[in-house]
Structure formats: C-alpha cells, structure tokens
C-alpha cells in the first residue's frame, strides 16, 4: 500500500491537477463596472495576479476604477494597502465610495523601497489587495511583484505612467485610461484578445 498523504500537503507542493485551464484564474474577481468585466476573459481581475493601470496624469479619475472592488473586499472585512500613493487619500470620497476606511493601510515609502514594499506586503496574504504606484520598475521588479501576487493568493494593481505603454509587462492585465471621462482601453489581457473598442467605467454603463 502506497503512503497516505494529506491533500492540503499535495496542493502546497503544487503536485495535484486541480482541473484549471493553464493561465486562467480559479476564482472570480468582479471590477465593479459591467462592461469591463464583460471585455476580460476572467469575468474580472485576473486573480492572484498584477494588474497595470496606465494613465496620462493624476486627477483624470484613475482611482474611480479601483472603487468599486475596494469597497466590496473593505466591506468583507479585508484590508487594503496603499504604497506610496502620490497624494494622501481624501477619505471623504473613499467612503463616499463606500469604502471601510478602516480598512486602509498606507506605507509611505520611494523608489526600490516602494517596490519592496509592495512585494512584501503581497507575498504575506495579509491583504484583499495591494497598490502600488511606481513610477520607475523594470522588467525585473515588475516580475517579482507578479510572483508574489501569485504566492500571497492576493490582488495587486500598479499604476504606471503612461509612457510605459510602449514598453513589455509581465502584468496579466494592462488598461488604459483614456483622457475621455470614464473610459479605459485594454492594452493586453491574459487568457484573451483584448478589445479594439474603449470600454465605458461610469457608474451604471
């Protein structure tokens, strides 16, 4: 009789065929906006993994498309963190958003110590999500945060500048934000062919 190993030790070591398609996601991770996630291959965020946001400028609405999957895990009681944003958050609008602020957690930090940060705080699975916002990462560090999103179980976002459009990602998601209010583009989408066409992220579309 062969030995009797425990399921829970097979999964760990990655030795049991769970029946997932190669490069898809096990679980569902709505964005909150309808039509996005009717455009993405996963039904939502590629789970456990980055995903790259790419935009002109800061104020043009970035954070609005985050909102609604923020307020959704802060309400499940997960914590969010924060690295390194540009701006201290203004608490008003995330609750406005429906987003526990006591949820949020905010790590102060700048260049490679950001992205330490970051990778840190995704290979612990302490958090529903971590975002980070870098404004220079190389193929490497962007890798590094990709394996730990994967390791941590955990949702990563990265918001990049958009000039780094035209460079490679290991990121499972990259979208653009348009400058059009309310629009994002999907630049690359793991599992699928992103759409040609701007994808609508107001409230109710």
Not at 7 to 28: E, F, S, Y
Not at 177 to 191: P, S, W
Request: charged share 20%.
């Amino acid at each position: 009789m062969g030995a009797v190993v425990a399921l829970d030790t097979l999964l760990q070591q990655r030795q049991v065929w769970k029946g997932q398609p190669t490069g898809l996601p096990a679980h569902i991770q709505p964005t909150g906006h309808a039509a996005l996630d009717a455009a993405l291959p996963a039904g939502g965020w590629p789970d456990t993994a980055l995903s790259e946001i790419l935009y002109a400028r800061d104020g043009m609405g970035e954070l609005q498309l985050l909102w609604p999957t923020l307020a959704r895990l802060s309400q499940a009681g997960e914590r969010i963190m924060l690295v390194a944003p540009p701006f201290i958050p203004y608490v008003p609008a995330w609750q406005a958003a429906g987003i526990d602020q006591r949820q949020l957690v905010m790590v102060d930090a700048a260049g490679d110590q950001a992205l330490w940060a970051a990778e840190q705080c995704l290979r612990s699975g302490c958090f529903g999500a971590v975002i980070c916002w870098p404004q220079r990462a190389g193929d490497r560090a962007l890798r590094r945060i990709q394996v730990a999103a994967e390791t941590g179980e955990t949702l990563a976002f990265a918001y990049r500048p958009l000039a780094e459009s035209a460079n490679p990602s290991p990121a499972a998601l990259r979208l653009v934000i348009d400058d059009a209010a309310g629009q994002v583009r999907v630049l690359k989408c793991r599992g699928g062919r992103p759409s040609a066409n701007a994808i609508s992220i107001r409230a109710g579309r």
